[in-house]
């Protein structure tokens, strides 16, 4: 009888009931390769009735259904179920269905007998029932009981119950563990020729679990069990030949392996096989194969399958993407705290994928992953922590945990903590430790911690300046494909720093970062178009370039486009101009704000708007924009409304003087040629007029002539006088016209 396509164990049985006419799901008590127990209760209302099924699942890769109910039928015939002297009440099998409606295997469920078998009279039993009766308290976790018919097996030298005592002293079930007499039990049960407890064996071997480490003997007894067709023993043969333990490493070989036991349906080799198509590695590259694996390993309880299958749904790798069921197989896979997924739960929770938004959600499950000693979770943990600023502490939160992966490596965190102390964020600054950080990060040559490296050595960052340490680290961190230090290498090859000028190389090191769609990248390349420097100005290219950057919302191409717009004859248009400024200012770029001031304070295409103008010029100006600062004087100066401050007005043209700007150098000389927000000081003046007037400031230059013109301040000298005017004049000033022919 077929039945809707079900995820887990857990849901397919749900979907079956009620199990024979009379059973409802419970709980899922054990899930061990490809067989389950579950507990049942009775359908009946206030029934206390429970029994146990036995799930065993049979899968085929190929979605051969024939080939699946002869393999079910082969596994009746072993159990004896059609005759009477079995361990089961009756059974019933399903059809599973992936989503897409293809048969994937089938679930034979078995109701098990009451324990009314149980006997201190075990000598009459043989071998083969011993383990049937023993194996049914093992799935009941009745481990002490259960090791008394394994014992008496043992005395007749049945393998399978000299294999099981093996497995209760590997794990410590009903016994104290004792890996060493795990492995001795599992050595006899070998000799025997029991295949499980060969692959048992071959495992410890593989790792040294009770026995010295031996990956020959290991790799021996894998193929061993691998020759009888055994699932496990075949795939674990096929990770000898893909990592070379006791055989010659053979990518193509072990797939093979992978192959033949993912037919039979075993999870690890689903997976693993999976993983090979993913990317490609000893067999072609096949994502929607990929997936098929992934989902059949999943459905059989598989937490790293089910991770791998939440990933594709994710990334809509060899499947339409879907966040929905994305969420629903990393929550499976967390189900036993699978670090990997719990932190992607983490990130839908905190992103809203999948699901709804959920902060707190988010943060519990970085914190458990964090806490279970995942790396990844730990520095996950410190940037949630760092882009969550409205929880407490977070500051100091954030770098306890980037301390804590760092520690163990985690060259990200490492990086990101030499940032908490290149910035004091979360902890005392501390320049030189970050340096250290940056250097230890740089040397596992990870290419962000080598450009900030660069930085730090470019600028004087906790170390002395060294510009051909900096150039050194900039080019590591190039060839390894680093877009930033790209760009930073293109800007000193750009303006000649510690290198020969070279605007050819500095093009293409922008270029490559602009193929790595990075913003300054992008925007650079667009820049070198627009200035022709390295070939003819392309003002079309600069623009592409310009939006492509933009669209990363990046300020400074939105600026530069609003530039393009408003100043290019060829390609003028406010409002464009507007829309890009209007963009960086979204961006908080102060430059883009003066340009809106004096859009609004002139009433040019939009309507006028003196006291917006004010505020955005208000707040460029506290961002110390020189040319922001100077018009928020004249601002202050003149009054807006019934607001007006002479003083500030004098303190802004000086900020505004003192980065060296003209139009500030002027209106600072006249301030103290008037006694603007000062007292009049005409020799300050004169020098701030003349400083000005160097810098081809017309107006400046009118003044340094009327002073010499009427002896202002300054000893009377018509001649300089007549000098100055005719400058004034040459840059276009009437008012220095109508004053020469005053003098003549």
Not at 97 to 116: A, F, H, R, S
Request: aromatic share 14%; charged share 25%; hydrophobic share 35%.
């Amino acid at each position: 009888m077929g039945k809707e396509v079900t995820m887990d164990i857990t849901d397919r049985i749900k979907s079956y009931e009620p199990l024979f006419d009379q059973w409802l799901f419970d709980d899922v008590i054990d899930i061990y390769d490809q067989e389950s127990l579950i507990s049942v209760k009775h359908l009946s209302y206030g029934s206390e009735k429970h029994a146990f099924v036995k799930v065993i699942t049979v899968y085929d890769q190929d979605n051969n259904l024939s080939n699946l109910e002869k393999r079910i039928q082969d596994i009746k015939n072993d159990l004896n179920i059609d005759q009477d002297h079995n361990e089961f009440v009756g059974y019933e099998q399903y059809l599973i269905e992936n989503n897409q409606g293809e048969v994937i295997g089938i679930d034979l469920c078995l109701l098990m007998k009451e324990d009314n078998y149980k006997t201190n009279d075990l000598n009459d039993l043989s071998g083969k029932l011993l383990y049937e009766l023993g194996l049914k308290l093992f799935d009941k976790h009745e481990y002490e009981e259960a090791l008394k018919y394994f014992k008496k097996g043992k005395e007749v030298n049945n393998s399978d119950c000299i294999c099981i005592i093996g497995y209760l002293y590997e794990r410590g079930l009903g016994v104290k563990r004792d890996c060493g007499k795990a492995a001795h039990y599992y050595q006899k049960a070998t000799n025997l020729n029991n295949v499980v407890a060969s692959c048992n064996l071959a495992y410890f071997y593989e790792l040294g679990i009770g026995v010295e480490q031996d990956y020959q003997k290991a790799y021996e007894l894998y193929l061993r069990g691998a020759k009888a067709g055994f699932p496990r023993a075949i795939c674990n043969l096929g990770y000898c030949y893909e990592y070379g333990r006791g055989v010659k490493a053979d990518l193509n070989r072990a797939v093979e392996y992978y192959l033949e036991a993912a037919r039979l349906g075993y999870s690890e080799a689903l997976y693993s096989l999976g993983t090979c198509l993913e990317f490609g590695e000893g067999i072609e590259k096949d994502i929607e194969r990929a997936f098929k694996c992934y989902e059949e390993a999943a459905n059989q309880g598989h937490e790293r399958s089910q991770y791998r299958l939440g990933y594709c749904y994710e990334n809509g790798l060899g499947t339409s993407q879907d966040f929905v069921k994305a969420f629903y197989w990393y929550e499976q896979a967390s189900k036993n705290n699978y670090p990997p997924a719990l932190v992607s739960l983490a990130t839908c929770f905190e992103l809203g994928q999948g699901t709804i938004e959920d902060i707190k959600m988010a943060r519990s499950y970085y914190k458990k992953a964090a806490h279970l000693g995942y790396v990844r979770a730990q520095f996950w943990l410190g940037y949630f922590y760092e882009t969550h600023l409205e929880i407490k502490n977070a500051p100091y939160r954030c770098s306890y945990w980037y301390r804590k992966a760092s520690k163990q490596n985690d060259v990200q965190a490492i990086v990101a903590l030499g940032y908490c102390y290149e910035s004091g964020f979360g902890v005392k600054q501390d320049l030189k430790r970050a340096v250290k950080l940056y250097s230890r990060a740089a040397k596992l040559n990870y290419p962000a911690a080598q450009c900030n490296l660069a930085y730090c050595f470019e600028m004087g960052i906790g170390t002395k300046p060294d510009i051909d340490q900096a150039i050194h680290y900039y080019r590591l961190a190039s060839k390894a494909g680093y877009p930033r230090a790209m760009c930073n290498l293109g800007y000193l090859y750009d303006h000649g720093e510690g290198v020969k000028c070279d605007h050819q190389q500095a093009f293409e090191l922008y270029m490559q970062a602009a193929k790595a769609n990075y913003a300054p990248g992008l925007y650079h390349v667009g820049l070198a178009y627009e200035e022709g420097k390295v070939k003819e100005v392309d003002i079309d290219k600069a623009i592409t370039f310009y939006k492509r950057a933009a669209n990363l919302n990046y300020a400074i191409a939105m600026y530069n486009l609003g530039l393009i717009y408003e100043q290019n004859k060829d390609y003028h248009d406010d409002l464009k101009a507007i829309s890009y400024y209007e963009m960086a200012i979204d961006q908080n770029d102060v430059r883009a704000m003066y340009r809106m001031a004096l859009y609004l304070d002139e009433g040019k295409v939009i309507s006028e708007d003196t006291h917006k103008a004010f505020t955005y010029l208000q707040v460029s100006a506290n961002q110390e924009y020189a040319p922001a600062m100077n018009m928020y004087g004249i601002y202050l100066e003149n009054g807006i409304g019934d607001y007006k401050d002479l003083e500030e007005a004098f303190r802004y043209f000086s900020k505004a003087a003192n980065q060296g700007y003209t139009p500030g150098i002027y209106n600072l000389g006249r301030c103290y040629f008037y006694g603007i927000g000062t007292d009049v000081n005409k020799q300050k003046a004169f020098e701030l007029f003349c400083k000005a007037g160097e810098m081809k400031y017309r107006e400046a230059c009118f003044m340094v002539g009327y002073m010499y013109c009427y002896g202002d301040g300054v000893v009377k000298d018509i001649k300089k006088a007549k000098e100055y005017y005719q400058e004034a004049a040459d840059l276009g000033l009437q008012d220095a016209e109508k004053e020469l022919e005053k003098l003549k």
